[in-house]
């Protein structure tokens, strides 16, 4: 082929393809302005930029790194008149409904069950290598689901208590190395913390990264660092899919590797008190399976895709519990009556020694009676919420807020904002304050939570199938460190020492320098830089 061959072919390639992009663009803008002249709640529109020029607003008013829900839950506290409105970022993402009306939440979550959305998908699969739970939808997911949920039932999380109360036990210990020893960052510690606790109730793999490096959690530290589901520096990057591509072939083979060491050992009749959710899971599959698998062989198809749902439980159960590990720290440390009577219930519970390892480790169900522990660990979530969910509308499926205007999803996705939920002044009085006690007050109470309001591990079927390890976890940690140590923020001392290193600028959400920032998990601004003392 000739060069002025080449070079026709080329450009009529690009012609075709903006004349492509800018059908589809107007097609769809189209839409919007439709909606918009039937008087859909909207931020002020363009034909050109959608709402991306608006959300930029609001995002240069907050620090580089925040969360982008947060911009969008100063941009939805705006339309508190309506708590649904449309914003249209395509071709960043589909234009959504963005909803923090906690009964239009429940007709999404509950009442109808929406799909979750491609894009959705799409960006999640760095993360866990394929199909997950998360994303999955019909069938296939409940089959899953149902196989996974012995492994995550309260009952099987308190069989593991013993094994969780081993790692707060490591993480006491290296608090207890890092008094007096200056500022250090306390997200350091609790990512590996809640990394060691997945993994052992996972994979039932004791490996003791609080002490040790293991290739497992190093590749999925890697991959969520090269991920964001919004940033344009990262998502852009050339080399961006090669590095989580590469890293998440080494998680695929690690697991794979683990996996097969249960289904040898689930031959083994010992018993053993507390089995991990993989061993669960493969106890169901070979039930529901009976006679339609090779008894010496694991299944390929099931150990690719479970492969997929331990990647998905490793990142959901390290990231965001290791940061709202630390939140808790981060807000008890400005509300002392709230720490007083934290560690009032703990003497209560456990007797006066501020670490009752041993006592836990026999008596897991304890935690139960941790009622005041659970209401700060429940009001830490609706302050700080790691996520949003995000769901595909449908035909014939349309919302209806407080003063009875539709809404069609058709065509649209549908995101229920936590930030925005769970700071929304008309359901829940004194919003930014941290009043644990909401969740502890009878339903008549003006401060009790409206039903649908609170929502950081949503609701419906698809609610995290995660949340009782959660609480334990937590629970258990605070058990053993509440009573021995203070935790205050250094942030002042921090931002002194990297002054002048290009880090000036907007520092705080709603005067709060520990901000969620986009890091997946909405780990705290800068790794929490902080001082911990023994309690005198």
């Not at 894009?119 to 739970?133: D, Q, R, V």
């Not at 308190?158 to 190395?177: E, G, H």
């Not at 520092?507 to 520990?514: I, L």
């Amino acid at each position: 082929m000739s060069t002025a061959s080449l070079i026709i072919t080329v450009s009529l390639a690009l012609l075709t393809a903006v004349g492509y992009g800018l059908y589809v663009g107007y097609h769809h803008r189209r839409r919007i302005y439709r909606l918009r002249q039937q008087g859909m709640a909207m931020p002020e529109w363009s034909w050109l930029t959608g709402h991306l020029l608006v959300l930029n607003k609001y995002l240069k008013t907050l620090p580089r790194d925040v969360s982008v829900n947060l911009a969008v839950r100063d941009l939805a506290l705006e339309y508190g008149a309506t708590e649904i409105f449309l914003l249209d970022m395509w071709p960043i993402y589909p234009a959504e409904l963005v909803i923090y009306d906690p009964d239009a939440a429940i007709q999404i979550t509950s009442k109808w069950n929406l799909p979750k959305t491609e894009k959705f998908a799409h960006a999640m699969t760095p993360i866990t290598g394929g199909p997950s739970l998360i994303a999955m939808g019909g069938a296939e997911w409940k089959r899953w689901r149902a196989l996974f949920n012995p492994g995550f039932s309260a009952a099987s999380m308190t069989d593991l208590v013993p094994s969780i109360v081993d790692s707060a036990q490591v993480f006491s210990d290296k608090l207890r190395d890092r008094v007096g020893k200056g500022m250090f960052l306390l997200d350091d510690l609790t990512t590996r913390l809640t990394m060691d606790v997945i993994l052992k109730v996972t994979l039932d793999a004791d490996l003791d990264y609080q002490r040790s490096d293991n290739p497992l959690a190093t590749a999925l530290n890697k991959v969520t660092t090269w991920h964001s589901f919004w940033d344009p520096r990262i998502l852009a990057h050339p080399l961006r899919p090669f590095i989580q591509r590469y890293y998440g072939s080494v998680m695929d083979r690690y697991i794979r590797t683990e996996l097969d060491k249960r289904f040898c050992e689930a031959h083994d009749s010992s018993p053993k008190r507390g089995k991990s959710v993989i061993s669960l899971a493969l106890e169901a599959y070979r039930t529901t399976n009976d006679g339609n698998h090779n008894p010496n062989r694991l299944d390929e198809s099931f150990a690719r895709y479970a492969t997929h749902q331990i990647r998905l439980f490793l990142f959901a159960g390290n990231d965001t519990t290791s940061s709202t590990i630390v939140y808790i720290y981060h807000l008890l440390s400005q509300h002392p009556t709230v720490l007083a009577r934290l560690r009032t219930e703990h003497d209560t519970i456990f007797g006066t020694d501020p670490n009752p390892a041993g006592l836990l480790r026999a008596r897991p169900a304890l935690l139960n009676d941790c009622v005041y522990t659970t209401a700060v660990i429940k009001e830490t979530l609706r302050l700080y919420p790691p996520a949003a969910t995000l769901r595909q509308g449908a035909t014939n499926h349309t919302l209806t807020d407080r003063h009875g205007t539709i809404y069609p999803t058709d065509g649209l996705a549908t995101l229920v904002l936590h930030p925005a939920s769970h700071a929304n002044p008309r359901v829940w009085p004194r919003p930014t304050e941290f009043l644990p006690e909401r969740f502890l007050i009878p339903e008549t109470h003006p401060l009790h939570p409206v039903p649908g309001a609170y929502r950081p591990f949503e609701h419906g079927p698809r609610a995290c199938i995660g949340q009782t390890l959660v609480f334990r976890e937590i629970q258990a940690v605070l058990a053993l460190t509440v009573r021995a140590f203070d935790v205050a923020p250094a942030y002042g001392e921090w931002d002194a020492m990297r002054a002048g290193r290009g880090r000036d600028g907007v520092k705080t959400v709603w005067g709060d320098r520990a901000y969620q920032t986009d890091r997946a998990g909405t780990h705290p601004a800068d790794g929490y830089p902080c001082r911990v003392a023994r309690v005198s």
